[in-house]
């Protein structure tokens, strides 16, 4: 075949630090497109992206030549600088160290995009901590509580 082709699906989750309710209303939609232009930069195109006050869902389709490490960290970076133009608020602003990236298949797009489009309302019954568990016991990735929190 003289053509490489993929399509890696990710659902990727990271919150503020220490899970800081810093996130408004008021710059969540400018922060999903400022983040969404540096994901099509990156020519990792996002397909959704939601927040509540303390954390972020994006899916978006990786590259077949970008790693996925690179991707979320520039991602982390680009919004981190941009938001503390936003306001004295935001002059300490961080993102945790971390994230969870979970991949996930084509049939999958639908479920996964309404789960994030109703990220306020799922909020109201689960804490963060809670879903994040969740997500990493779904997809049998092992963790220690103690490194998983900052």
Known sequence: M???LAKNLIHL????????PLLEDAVRQELHNYASGILKDLDSPA????????????????????ALADVVMETKRGTSKWIKTKGN??????????????????SAVGEV???IRNQAE????????????TFLKR?????DERYVWD
């Open 2 to 4: 003289p053509q490489s």
């Open 122 to 133: 799922h909020h109201r019954k689960v804490s963060f901590q809670d879903e994040f568990r």
């Open 13 to 20: 989750v990271f919150s503020t630090k220490e899970r800081r």
């Open 47 to 66: 397909i959704i992206m939601n927040s509540v006050p303390d954390h972020v869902h994006i899916l978006f389709n990786l590259h077949r030549t970008k």
């Open 113 to 115: 995009t309404e789960y």
């Open 89 to 106: 608020q935001f002059a300490l602003f961080q993102w945790q160290n971390g994230y969870g990236a979970f991949s996930i298949s084509q």
């Open 139 to 143: 997809y049998e990735i092992g963790f």
